[in-house]
């Protein structure tokens, strides 16, 4: 799935004391322990609003929210987020309400509620671009780039994808300019033209390398995989999925390992060595367990799986295991997904003797 | 003091700053609590060692040299004094305070202040190539994405697609609120794509049309006092600076590339750098749609003249061939009452009638010849030849063609022999068509030989194991059959022209002849699938070859 983002609170120079919390939140956001996130954002928002620091407190409330949209509280996120953006209206912070829009809009997303997500992204970049937030901006074409591509409309995604990149490349924002890279290597292999996707995927590499950032060069790598193995470079695609497993493994990202099984199945189901084939599937079956944040995994687990039972001659398995993915995409939302699935299953079923 | 420490603090410091600090950490290791400050070249304090505020009573810098006289510090009673050492023009001065006398050693302070302005030197020189580093890499971030706009352009032919790719693009990547794409059509410009406009749908952009023109990137601002750009079309979509880069490609102009910003903004070099190269994308686009519209048309245009020439060929096959059969019918009939008269049969002629009507029968034969090639050049051309393909006897169709042309090689003296024959298959042909092919050459042969003889030969090319008297399933091969004669030759440069329809060499039309025995006689060949080739040299006569299949396929009808 393609990377949906919102910025840290920018670390500053100065040294009050509401910035001194403000950038220990930011370290411990980056680190990945989101409860202290979470405390420190509340800390710099009590301090920053007894020192009249109201941008600075919109921000650190904002902080929280994601924190909490990180641990899945939804709710709690919301309604920080709406008294984030209430400070920021009620004292004219345009860059702070615009900033608030982007993160609710991530809100409705992670609730599967993508027709309210779509007029907040609108909404934010507006604003940045009214603001010159360029960050903001490609950030905002970034998330609706994500929306279009769930919609399966991948030529918008495509567009959204490389405006993030300009605006990107613009503000400087490296780390970001990676993300917009691997979605748009997912639109492009949407579309099949393999040998882009594979341009975008290397890109994105290349920087995740420069910045020593391992979860992200972890997916990068596995994504690359798909286009090599789709031109027939499986040797290349083999060693692409050995980094991906090395860093995956490193940060313990569980649907990046999964994405890596999946991926050797596809290459050995390739390569015609079909058992191989299913005991990588079955590897990337149990990883993903009955976690409901893995319903996507799942999903394309079963439709590669479905491939492999067609290969082995057993179509009627093939659309028993391709109706479940079509339900788990459903489930989600993810109606183009489901739609392609679907007229998997009616190819398929036409090679089923009567 | 021993300051020796302290200067080798400071040359080992990675800047300024922490050049300040180590000063501070060895002056103290001496005793007192000595202060340093490094003032910037603007007088504003770059670095100190405790964060305390600069005593009031320093003056502003002084003149580049060394180190002038301590000033006592009236803010400290006098019991501090403060040093201070200007670093040179770019690097600002060094200010340090510390109890009175601890400046006595003057040397070596200015062997501190020496050192400080090596390390702020080597600092500067490294921000510059950090500096330099951070253009480098925006730049190949730049380039970088550049190439992927262009990767994904050249995804598609739709002009609209790649100039909306390219609007899009150039927004965020130039930060601005609005693009156009327009192109000149006929001397009008015409916004042809553009994202981020107020206004709904397109309307004509003065401006545009203006930067078209200039060929150069021209710029708006808005006015101070109206707050607007003196542009109607701009100013109503709310633009405060604008930058116009003209569409060029290969010297000519195609539009320009607009883009507005709402706001006050403050146009860079790198903004109309990358606009023109933003700008290069779309004239490519707009050259490229144009070129495959042309493209387009032209093929339109050659199909439709093709349709016209396949009519005009099937309606000129059409008149030949009912112009043929109209005609030898008439012909037919002139040729029977001549042979009537000829024969007396209405009465006994006069010498001079009947050498009159003999003429005209000769005539009228060559005329009747002339309408049956036409006839067989048409239905050859047409398609609808038809061939009867059967074993065949070479032999036996050979000595026909040779018994046909006899009476005219009698006429002009001229010996027509058949050569020693190997033993020759049968072949799978059409036996009337490899008689008329035979007869056409001797014909020939016989009019343009003076002297000397024709001669016939036959030979097998490549059979294998067909060489039986019957034709075998799968048969391959070839046999071949010869006519040479003593005649003048064919120059080089006519021996392929003699095959082409109504072109007869110098001297051959004396000889009689329409021109389109040799023509139909090759396209009767290749039908058969075989060749007729000729192989000749001025005085020294022609051999023509007549290639024949064993087995003629039924797809060469």
């Given amino acids: ?354 | 003091m021993d300051l020796r420490d302290a200067i080798l603090c400071i040359y080992e410091s990675s800047g300024p700053g922490p050049a300040v600090r180590a000063l501070g950490a060895a002056l103290r290791a001496c005793g007192g609590e000595p202060r340093a400050w490094w003032l910037a070249r603007d007088g504003s304090v770059a670095a100190s060692t405790g964060g305390a505020p600069l005593p009031p009573s320093i003056p502003p810098l002084a003149a580049p040299g060394g180190a002038g006289e301590p000033l006592a510090l009236p803010e400290d009673g006098g019991a501090a004094e403060a040093l201070v050492i200007p670093l040179g023009e770019d690097d600002g001065a060094l200010v340090v305070t510390a109890p009175a006398g601890s400046f006595a050693d003057r040397g070596g302070w200015d062997a501190v202040g020496a050192a400080f302005a090596r390390v702020a030197a080597r600092h500067r020189a490294y921000e510059q190539v950090e500096e330099e580093r951070d253009t480098l890499r925006q730049r190949a971030e730049e380039s970088e994405a550049l190439h992927v706009l262009g990767l994904a352009a050249n995804r598609t032919l739709d002009p609209d697609e790649v100039l909306t790719l390219v609007a899009r693009f150039t927004r965020t990547l130039l930060g601005a609120h609005y693009v156009t794409v327009s192109t000149l059509d006929e001397g009008s410009i015409r916004t042809v794509a553009a994202v981020g406009l107020r206004a709904q749908g397109p309307a004509d952009d003065p401006f545009a049309a203006r930067v078209a023109a200039a060929r150069k990137p021209l710029t708006l601002q808005a006015d101070a006092s109206t707050g607007a750009v003196p542009e109607p079309f701009h100013a109503a979509e709310g633009m405060r600076v604008g930058l116009g880069v003209p569409l060029a490609l290969f010297g000519e102009t195609f539009g320009a590339l607009v883009i507005g910003y709402r706001r006050p903004y403050e146009l860079a070099p790198r903004d109309t750098r990358l606009a023109l190269t933003l700008a290069g994308h779309a004239a490519v686009a707009i050259s490229n749609a144009r070129l495959h519209g042309a493209l387009a048309q032209r093929t339109g245009e050659l199909e439709r003249a093709n349709e016209e020439l396949r009519w005009t060929t099937e309606a000129k096959d059409r008149f030949f061939a009912s112009m043929s059969h109209e005609l030898r019918t008439p012909l037919n009939s002139i040729l029977g009452y001549h042979d009537l008269l000829l024969e007396g049969v209405v009465g006994t002629l006069e010498p001079q009638a009947r050498a009159f009507l003999e003429r005209a029968q000769r005539s009228t034969r060559n005329l009747l010849h002339l309408v049956n090639d036409v006839l067989d050049l048409s239905k050859i051309e047409a398609g609808k030849l038809e061939l009867v393909i059967a074993p065949m006897r070479v032999r036996a169709i050979v000595d026909e063609a040779i018994a046909t042309i006899e009476p005219l090689a009698a006429a002009r003296q001229i010996a027509v022999e058949s050569a020693l024959w190997p033993p020759l298959p049968l072949v799978h042909t059409d036996a009337d068509r490899v008689r008329q092919i035979l007869i056409n050459l001797l014909s020939n042969a016989v009019k343009f030989t003076d002297q000397g003889r024709v001669t016939l030969s036959a030979s097998v090319v490549d059979a294998g194991a067909a060489l039986a008297p019957t034709l075998a399933e799968g048969a391959h091969g070839w046999v071949e059959v010869h006519v040479a004669d003593t005649g003048p030759g064919i120059a080089a440069e006519n021996q392929e022209r003699i095959f082409h329809e109504f072109e007869q060499i110098v001297g051959a039309t004396a000889r009689g002849g329409t021109g389109l025995g040799l023509p139909i006689s090759r396209k009767l060949a290749r039908l058969l699938g075989g060749e007729l080739t000729v192989q000749s040299e001025l005085g020294h006569g022609s051999v023509f070859t007549l290639r024949l299949p064993l087995r003629a396929d039924a797809h060469h009808q």
């Fill in chain 1, 1 to 354: 799935m393609p990377i949906i983002n919102e910025p840290r609170v920018r670390a500053t120079d100065t040294l009050e004391p509401s910035a001194d919390a403000a950038s220990r939140a930011t370290a411990a956001e980056r680190a990945g322990d989101w409860n202290e996130a979470a405390g420190l954002y509340a800390v710099t928002f009590r301090t920053a609003l007894g020192q009249g620091e109201f941008e600075r407190a919109a921000d650190a409330l904002r902080g929280q929210a994601r924190m909490r949209l990180q641990q899945g509280r939804y709710e709690e996120a919301e309604e920080l987020l709406e008294l984030s953006l209430e400070i920021a209206r009620q004292h004219g912070l345009a860059a702070a309400e615009a900033r608030g829009c982007n993160v609710l809009g991530i809100i409705r997303y992670s609730q599967r509620d993508w027709a309210g997500a779509q007029p907040l992204y609108e909404q934010a970049l507006e604003m940045a671009l009214d603001g010159g937030d360029d960050e903001l901006t490609g950030l905002a074409c970034l998330n609706l780039g994500v929306l279009a591509n769930l919609r399966g409309d991948y030529h918008e995604a495509r567009r959204r994808y490389l405006e993030g990149i300009g605006s990107f490349v613009r503000s400087g924002s490296t780390a970001n300019a990676m993300l917009a890279y691997n979605n748009l290597g997912i639109a492009s292999a949407d579309l099949q033209e393999w040998m882009e996707a594979e341009v975008y995927f290397s890109r994105g590499i290349e920087i995740a390398e420069r910045l020593r950032h391992a979860p992200p060069a972890g997916m990068l790598y596995s994504n690359l995989a798909k286009p090599l193995i789709q031109v027939g470079e499986l040797d290349r695609a083999r060693a692409s999925l050995d980094l991906a497993e090395e860093a995956a493994r490193r940060v313990g990202d569980t649907s990046t390992l999964t994405d890596v099984e999946r991926f050797r199945a596809m290459a050995a189901r390739a390569d015609g060595d079909l058992d191989a084939a299913e005991r990588h599937l079955s590897a990337a079956l149990a990883r993903v367990g009955g976690n409901e944040d893995m319903e996507q995994e799942r999903a394309e687990v079963y439709r590669e799986w479905a491939e492999l039972a067609r290969a082995q001659g057993k179509p009627e398995v093939a659309v028993e295991r391709l109706r479940e993915a079509a339900l788990a995409f459903t489930r989600m939302g993810m109606v183009a997904d489901a739609e392609a699935v679907r007229r998997r299953v009616a190819e398929i079923s036409a090679e089923i003797p009567a």
